[in-house]
């Protein structure tokens, strides 16, 4: 300690230095806790699916919710079978895929493969916009615009029905296949496709025979990737596909999603503790199984099947 | 031999026509949107009160809802999200305990926004009691981008140089303080852009406030974070889906979606613009 300092310089500097003592460990403990809150999050998110799940297992025997084909929840004699709802989501999303896989992946082989820097620079923010939109743009989109367009060729296709939400969500996932899948192309080191293309091998040769074989795993967890989302997609399939239960592989009748189910439901006059309004909660269960699955998948695929160079 | 090479020809043209259908249907769809609802929007539609007749429907309570929204969303995210990225990058690197929040976090982005006003309704609006309110809302949505927030300033941390951070300690700084004058200050741009990123998600999501029960009538302008509100994705929800009725809603909506985009490419320009001008290269 200086001995020149007054009594009260050096209570003041032991203080301070206290202080910053104090601080170098309380940090960390506030960090900490903001960090802790997503596991919060998740915590909260299974507790409140399980929990109210369960409240709705009581009223409704679980081999029927995952068996019957009838959904009616606001008839006299409601009926809660899950089967609708899940056919609904599949057939929206394989409609989305046939589109977003499809013009996805292409987008990314050229982009990857083909494009100067100067067309990447240009199209690559493009396709962010895109990814940018608000899906209830898309949704209006879906509804207003496509739908009437559909009608032209269709003519017997409904006001609401699964096929254009299920274009639209393809094309607003586009972007995701095709970044996720051009990442994992430019990943594969440019000594193959220059190893490649010394042998004689066209641009296409070197893509499908060399590029896509090494970048395969990124590609498949970018499907994967892309079906969650699709199966988690809200507002498209709420606005344009209606809230129909029917249990039908007709594409051009309305259909309803899981997601648009709990839509429906909450933003309606589903009170609280009714059978109903437990319904919303093990048809979320379900959704958010569904999704963690898929992205489970793709990680473990990217993780798995990896080739290291 | 010429097959081959014609085929290339044939395939490079094929991938560039594929990859313009994506961006002509943004196209269409900016054009449409426009060509409907250009000649609703004007001055006396951005600053009158909502409306069942649609010739005098304005958006300005919607617009008020959805700035207070984000008065919440904002600080919320950004404290929460600025923290969490610290620890994880700073404090906890290379445990487990860092490797299982991250894997959590990444699992957090992959579920769907529904999912997250399901849990906001359980938790924010009947367990806390605060109904559809704007304060419930928020902080649904802050929940829901929050791995945006948290994603975008670990990688900002992240590229930080170690040697700033080893002056500083050799300056005799603490660990806190290095944080605090070094790390976050050379790591801002990149948290700013993530924080502007994830508002304009938080902009356009609509999902979980459907879900918290916005209710559809007309209401007055809110006036605190404790009132009921609507936001510009909920209405153009509501008028979307009343267009049934009355085909003028529709056009409403379209007129909405404008003031929407515009928002969001001005929030998204100004993120290039943080992140061209400011960020560093070391």
């Known amino acids: 300690m200086n001995n020149n300092l007054g009594v009260k310089e050096q209570i003041q500097q032991n203080l301070q230095k206290r202080n910053k003592r104090l601080m170098e460990k309380a940090v960390p403990a506030l960090l900490f806790t903001a960090a802790f809150i997503s596991v919060l999050t998740t915590i909260g998110i299974v507790l409140t699916l399980v929990f109210d799940t369960m409240q709705f297992f009581r009223h409704v025997p679980f081999w029927e919710f995952f068996t019957s084909t009838k959904l009616s929840p606001l008839s006299r004699e409601p009926s809660f079978g899950i089967l609708p709802l899940i056919n609904g989501t599949i057939i929206s999303s394989l409609i989305a895929m046939c589109v977003a896989i499809p013009i996805g992946l292409t987008s990314a082989i050229y982009l990857s493969e083909y494009a100067s820097e100067r067309v990447r620079k240009l199209v690559k923010p493009m396709m962010e916009v895109l990814a940018g939109i608000p899906t209830i743009v898309y949704g209006f989109f879906a509804y207003s615009f496509v739908t009437p367009l559909l009608a032209y060729i269709i003519p017997d296709l409904g006001a609401k029905n699964v096929l254009s939400p299920g274009i639209v969500m393809g094309i607003m996932i586009i972007p995701l296949v095709a970044s996720l899948s051009e990442d994992a192309m430019s990943s594969v080191p440019n000594s193959m496709r220059e190893g490649a293309l010394a042998l004689g091998a066209t641009r296409l040769e070197v893509t499908m025979k060399v590029i896509i074989p090494a970048a395969i795993s990124g590609i498949i967890a970018s499907f994967v990737l892309a079906v969650s989302r699709a199966i988690g997609e809200t507002m498209i399939v709420t606005i344009a596909s209606g809230s129909s239960k029917n249990f039908t592989f007709d594409i051009t009748e309305s259909m309803q999603t899981m997601t648009a189910y709990i839509v429906e439901f909450t933003s309606g006059d589903a009170g609280s503790g009714t059978v109903g309004y437990y319904s919303l909660y093990a048809v979320g269960f379900t959704l958010f199984v569904f999704t963690l699955v898929m992205n489970l998948i793709a990680q473990y695929i990217s993780r798995k099947f990896r080739e290291a160079y | ?282």
């Open chain 2, 1 to 282: 031999m010429k097959n081959r090479l014609l085929l290339n020809q044939v395939m490079k043209y094929t991938f560039f026509l594929l990859t313009l259908v994506a961006l002509g249907v943004l196209a269409v769809l900016i054009v449409q949107v426009f060509t409907q609802g250009i000649g609703w929007l004007n001055w006396s539609f951005l600053t009158s009160k909502l409306s069942l007749n649609p010739e005098r429907a304005g958006i300005l309570g919607v617009i008020v809802g959805t700035v207070m929204l984000m008065i919440v969303v904002g600080p919320v995210t950004m404290v929460l999200g600025i923290c969490t990225a610290i620890y994880l990058e700073e404090y906890a690197k290379k445990s487990r305990f860092q490797s299982f929040i991250q894997t959590n976090i990444s699992n957090l982005a992959g579920v769907p926004s529904v999912i997250f006003g399901l849990l906001g309704l359980t938790v924010f609006s009947r367990m806390f009691g605060l109904g559809s309110s704007i304060l419930a809302g928020g902080l649904t949505m802050s929940l829901l981008v929050l791995p945006i927030v948290v994603v975008a300033s670990q990688e900002a941390i992240r590229s930080v140089p170690q040697f700033l951070r080893e002056a500083s300690y050799g300056m005799g700084a603490t660990k806190w303080q290095t944080i605090r004058r070094i790390v976050l200050p050379a790591a801002l741009p990149g948290i700013l852009t993530g924080m502007i990123l994830s508002l304009s998600r938080a902009i356009g999501e609509t999902a979980p406030l459907v879900v918290l029960g916005i209710p559809v009538l007309i209401m007055p302008i809110p006036s605190s974070i404790m009132d009921d509100f609507t936001a510009l994705p909920i209405q153009i929800y509501y008028w979307t889906l009343d267009a049934v009725l009355t085909p003028e809603y529709a056009n409403l909506a379209a007129a909405t979606i404008i003031v929407l985009l515009i928002v969001l490419f001005v929030m998204n320009s100004a993120a290039i613009f943080i992140r061209n001008k400011f960020q560093k290269r070391y």
